[in-house]
């Protein structure tokens, strides 16, 4: 599964999910909430770039 980053430098890898906001390790960015947002700066998913 691809990881993707943030412009503020925060990298979402798949692999690792985001438990502290209750996303499962393996979940693909593509499956995440579509409110989920960066938890370093709050930008939402539109503005992660493939890493």
Same mark, same amino acid.
């Given at each position: 599964?691809?990881?993707?980053?943030c412009?503020?430098?925060? $990298?979402y890898? #798949? =692999?690792v999910?985001d438990?502290d906001?209750?996303?499962?390790?393996?979940? /693909? +960015? $593509?499956?995440? #909430? =579509?409110d989920?947002?960066?938890?370093?700066?709050?930008?939402?998913?539109? /503005? +992660? $770039?493939?890493a």
């Amino acid at each position: 599964m691809d990881k993707y980053v943030c412009p503020c430098g925060y $990298e979402y890898d #798949p =692999e690792v999910g985001d438990p502290d906001n209750g996303i499962e390790p393996g979940t /693909a +960015f $593509e499956d995440l #909430p =579509e409110d989920w947002v960066c938890p370093i700066c709050g930008l939402g998913k539109d /503005a +992660f $770039e493939i890493a």
